[in-house]
């Protein structure tokens, strides 16, 4: 489902021909998010958080297959957008970057994100966060981020060395294999949409 500036953002997911209010508030699904990337739980124990924490008014009596129903459906119906892709290069996290968001909100939008919290959709904040500027902090570091090294020749030796050092200054503190592990399916697709505004802008 694409972003449409002329339907509101739905609140209700379905599941075997059966209707589920839901809370899409952006707040919701970072708080899902935080959930994914407990070392702790086990993947059905994050699926049975994060329908408790998404779903208005559900039962206890799911049983567990159902309970990763509704988890996948929330995913792919509320948060996933179409042509979703795999980022080479994890280019920002919601948790570490949250001051720098938090910021790009305010100075770009004037938007306090503390008081949208239980309003402002996952998409409608998806739609924005993808829209900042290149001049706010978060942009310029994500572009340092997934900016590749330029291959060495015999001029650009302190052209690399610079770069290197800031993305040693910028460095997100997750290994590759809890990038793999713990980014949710949802969140893939804001990744990619980034990475290809950096590519359109290189290209």
């Known amino acids: 489902?694409?972003?449409?500036?002329?339907?509101?953002?739905?609140?209700?997911?379905?599941?075997?021909?059966?209707a589920y209010r839901v809370n899409a508030s952006f707040d919701r699904v970072l708080a899902a998010y935080e959930v994914l990337q407990d070392t702790f739980l086990d993947d059905y124990q994050k699926a049975s958080v994060c329908?408790?924490?998404?779903?208005?008014?559900?039962?206890k009596c799911h049983t567990p297959r159902q309970?990763?129903?509704?988890?996948?459906?929330y995913f792919d119906q509320i948060v996933k957008e179409e042509n979703r892709g795999k980022a080479e290069t994890k280019a920002f996290d919601f948790v570490q970057d949250a001051p720098l968001i938090y910021a790009a909100f305010w100075q770009t939008y004037g938007i306090d994100l503390h008081k949208q919290k239980g309003k402002l959709h996952w998409r409608q904040f998806a739609a924005l966060f993808c829209g900042l500027p290149d001049h706010t902090r978060i942009m310029q570091i994500i572009d340092i981020r997934i900016r590749p090294l330029p291959k060495p020749t015999k001029y650009n030796f302190e052209e690399r060395q610079a770069l290197m050092r800031a993305k040693a200054q910028?460095?997100?503190?997750?290994?590759?294999?809890?990038r793999l592990r713990n980014y949710a399916q949802g969140l893939w697709s804001l990744a990619r949409m980034l990475e290809q505004r950096a590519q359109n802008k290189g290209g």
């Open 67 to 73: 309970t990763l129903q509704l988890f996948e459906a």
């Open 1 to 18: 489902m694409k972003f449409s500036v002329f339907d509101t953002p739905t609140d209700t997911v379905f599941v075997d021909g059966r």
């Open 51 to 59: 329908v408790d924490l998404l779903y208005k008014r559900i039962k």
């Open 170 to 178: 910028v460095r997100l503190k997750v290994s590759e294999e809890e």
